[in-house]
């Protein structure tokens, strides 16, 4: 008999990095970030746990999981999971095979929600120009980011937490603030850096967003490190941006509604 139970997060933990090992390609930044405030529940037999599924605070599914000997009873447990949590939709990553395969099963429409970039070349497009400077930012400097216009980040709690955990860096060009760029570790014991950027209005339509990705692209190759990014389905700059610096794309994300 299958039971669902709700757990915290941390009791998934090796559930989780088999789920996160059986993904061909790395895990998206967003998906994690929507994980680790949503709600877990553990999937469980009558002697043992073979499964899990998250739901983002939204109520969106976001994370589905089974153990290999349970794939046959997939679409069993995948029903019964929609209609007793009441979920209506899901954000599924287009290489996450068993997430992917039940949500069509079941779907009533779905669209690309997401674009992931899970390739690139080593080439650098851009250098930076002479006078950009580049720092970390730090908690002295969220005044000052907290005017700009929200594309710079979803809640002044996250921007707080990106800030403080040094995840940020400032360019800069006599005094002004030109742009911000990301890089974020995916996932704690993974090598593997999320990059993303935001433009200052006042500097956008000059070149600003590539040189911005170039180096922090540089950045993560220099370190030894893996840069991968996503953008908005709709987000177009965002796309030509990434692509302009060598990112190339595949994959994306999805949005199924039951």
């Not at 994370?63 to 209506?88: S, V």
């Not at 290489?95 to 690139?120: A, E, N, P, Q, V």
């Not at 940020?168 to 593997?192: F, Q, T």
């Amino acid at each position: 008999m299958i039971e669902f139970k709700n757990v915290p997060l941390a009791s998934l933990r090796d559930l989780r990095e088999q789920y996160l090992a059986s993904l061909r390609y790395p895990q998206e930044l967003h998906c994690e970030w929507l994980v680790a405030k949503g709600t877990c529940v553990s999937i469980e037999t009558d002697v043992e746990r073979v499964g899990y599924f998250v739901c983002s605070e939204e109520g969106q599914l976001v994370e589905f999981y089974l153990l290999d000997k349970m794939f046959a009873r997939k679409e069993e447990i995948f029903g019964r999971m929609l209609g007793e949590f009441q979920i209506k939709n899901a954000f599924c990553k287009s290489f996450d095979d068993l997430f992917m395969t039940c949500c069509h099963t079941f779907c009533r429409f779905c669209k690309i929600g997401g674009i992931l970039f899970r390739f690139f070349t080593d080439e650098i497009v851009m250098p930076l120009p002479t006078g950009v400077t580049v720092r970390k930012a730090k908690e002295i400097d969220v005044p000052l980011l907290l005017t700009h216009d929200s594309d710079l980040y979803e809640s002044p709690e996250e921007l707080n937490y990106t800030v403080s955990n040094r995840m940020i860096l400032m360019y800069e060009k006599a005094g002004a603030l030109v742009g911000c760029g990301y890089l974020i570790r995916v996932l704690p014991d993974k090598d593997i850096f999320d990059v993303g950027m935001w433009v200052n209005p006042a500097f956008r339509r000059q070149g600003y967003a590539v040189m911005i990705i170039s180096h922090l692209k540089k950045t993560c190759l220099k370190a030894g490190y893996v840069p991968v990014a996503g953008c908005a389905a709709d987000n177009v700059a965002s796309r030509r941006t990434l692509e302009r610096c060598g990112f190339m794309t595949k994959h994306c994300a999805v949005v199924f509604e039951f």
